[in-house]
């Protein structure tokens, strides 16, 4: 799946805007109008990055953005700032508040969708590289491909989404319930069950004869991709 970007800009047509493009880009965008909108729900769940609009209601971006950079969580988030203030000062003064970038509008589309994926590929590379690999398991995104010790892996589309999500994060350790939301989406009620479903299936086609199984059930807590697996021992 595409980074996570959340957009939180309170004009309507602007917003649709951004949402289209960077949707075409395969980015899962989501929206907020409000700055305590917004909080609430970076409390909740933590994007790739947040283009965030600097005069919103309920909450302004400038205070919203030293809220975010005052939380361990979300401490590293990158941030670009909208703003109709194009004075030097004021660019000074939302950097200096911890965003990572700054663009006055009106602004080219291009322009933002190319500090995108900048500040994307410097925080976390994996998340727009086109191959990830770990140990002996290759995952192409742009060919939809796994291979694993070169041989061609059949997965099902949210096998492949499943283990696509895994391997953006290796080590880290996510609930039935995370999974649910990254893989299936939090527009769909499905059981958390179901993950143990696909996670089954998932195991059973990448682990075919006798190689090590990369996928870790950690218990009361969920599944991770071990980030030790094809290391050396």
């Known amino acids: 799946m595409g980074a996570r970007i959340l957009i939180v800009e309170d004009e309507e047509p602007l917003t649709m805007l951004l949402r ?20 609430t729900r970076l409390k909740e769940q933590t994007p790739d990055l947040v283009v965030l609009d600097w005069m919103l209601p309920g909450l302004s ?18 941030i670009i700032m909208l703003t109709a203030r194009g004075e030097e000062s004021e660019k000074v003064r939302g950097l200096a508040t911890g965003a990572d970038d700054y663009i006055v509008k009106p602004f080219s589309v291009p322009e933002l969708l190319a500090r995108v994926r900048a500040l994307l590929r410097r925080a976390n590379p994996e998340r727009v590289a086109s191959v990830l690999t770990i140990g002996d398991i290759e995952l192409d995104r742009e060919k939809k491909r796994v291979m694993r010790s070169g041989r061609p892996i059949d997965l099902g589309p949210t096998e492949y989404r499943l283990l696509e999500f895994l391997m953006e994060r290796p080590g880290r350790v996510f609930s039935r319930e995370q999974l649910l939301d990254g893989v299936w989406g939090s527009d769909i009620y499905i059981d958390e069950r179901t993950v143990d479903v696909h996670v089954g299936r998932l195991r059973k086609a990448i682990n075919r004869g006798n190689v090590a199984d990369p996928i870790r059930t950690v218990r009361g807590a969920g599944y991770a991709l071990d980030d030790r697996f094809g290391r050396a021992n």
């Open 61 to 78: 971006g400038i205070e919203l953005c030293r809220r975010l950079r005052a939380r361990p969580e979300t401490r590293q988030l990158p």
């Open 20 to 39: 289209y493009n960077l949707e075409a880009e395969g980015y899962e965008v989501d929206t907020a109008a409000r700055g305590d909108d917004a909080d």
